[in-house]
């Protein structure tokens, strides 16, 4: 009875690892639709509104999502006006936010990176950098997705079965 029982939660814990780590490759989609949405909302906000990156983050930050806090933060740094560059402010705050997030480091950098394609003078030069950046990201996220469909079915898979087969050799 105890080995049947052992067997069972040796299945269940290689099925919820496997589990996790296709809940967290979700997550990591989830994050790139989401800043995706948010580089629509700068271009928009650029376009029609004429307004720049600082007034761009307070309206993000009024927003109820988890990344508004960044936003918030952002903006506060940038009114202080110490001196710092608002690249710099930018890679500073989302490298903090990003630690815990489980993007991998290129996915990482390309959203730390994102200010630099806002270096033309005018709105619609920078409103165009930020739609070939939106572009950029949209290709990195149907190439993410259709990666995502094929794995996670292999690694629910090789979860089971390495259970089972872990339950076979110990017993």
């Known amino acids: 009875m105890v080995r049947i029982i052992g067997a ?9 690892m496997a589990y996790t780590y296709c809940f967290e490759q979700r997550l990591r989609l989830r994050l790139l639709h989401k800043m995706r949405d948010i580089f629509v909302l700068i271009q928009k906000e650029m376009e029609y509104l004429k307004a720049t990156m600082p007034e761009i983050c307070l309206h993000l930050s009024e927003q109820n999502n988890s990344l508004s806090s960044v936003f918030g933060d952002i903006y506060m740094e940038t009114e202080l006006n110490n001196g710092r560059s608002f690249n710099a402010i930018w890679r500073h705050h989302f490298a903090e936010k990003l630690k815990k997030e489980p993007l991998k480091e290129d996915e990482k950098n390309l959203i730390m990176l994102f200010p630099e394609s806002l270096n033309y003078r005018d709105s619609d030069g920078q409103a165009d950098g930020v739609k070939k950046y939106i572009n950029e990201l949209n290709s990195r996220i149907n190439e993410i997705d259709a990666e995502i469909k094929n794995k996670n079915k292999v690694v629910m898979c090789l979860g089971v079965m390495s259970g089972i087969i872990t339950v076979v050799i110990i017993i």
């Open 8 to 16: 069972i939660l040796l299945i269940i814990g290689t099925s919820g």
